[in-house]
């Protein structure tokens, strides 16, 4: 690969990663920072117990309740079981919610 494709190749790269964050602030009404957004993303955490299931670790936001609503399922306020949990994957990866822009 030479190095112009390299050049090319992470230029292409960022432009990407602005137009998906400048789409999710749009998404959300311009009310949260890209940075806000990945910054609640990375830290919705959840602990896995095998008898009881996914719990929460993460402090509920503004902006936590609004991409609860958003998608369409809460995991901030229960106990989320692993059947549970791999139905929201599944889910989530037939919608096509962020189409609405």
Do not use: Q
């Not at 690969?1 to 311009?30: G, N, P, Q, V």
């Not at 940075?35 to 936590?64: K, Q, W």
Request: net charge positive.
């Amino acid at each position: 690969m030479s190095r112009d494709d390299r050049i090319k190749a992470h230029f292409t790269t960022c432009f990407l990663a602005i137009l998906i964050y400048r789409y999710l602030e749009k998404y959300l009404s311009e009310e949260f920072t890209s940075s806000e957004i990945i910054h609640s993303l990375r830290n919705m955490d959840f602990n896995y117990i095998p008898t009881e299931g996914y719990i929460p670790t993460y402090t509920m936001t503004d902006l936590t309740d609004i991409l609860h609503e958003v998608f369409g399922f809460r995991t901030d306020t229960e106990i989320v079981s692993l059947r549970e949990m791999k139905k929201i994957l599944k889910d989530t990866k037939k919608k096509r919610i962020l189409r609405k822009i």
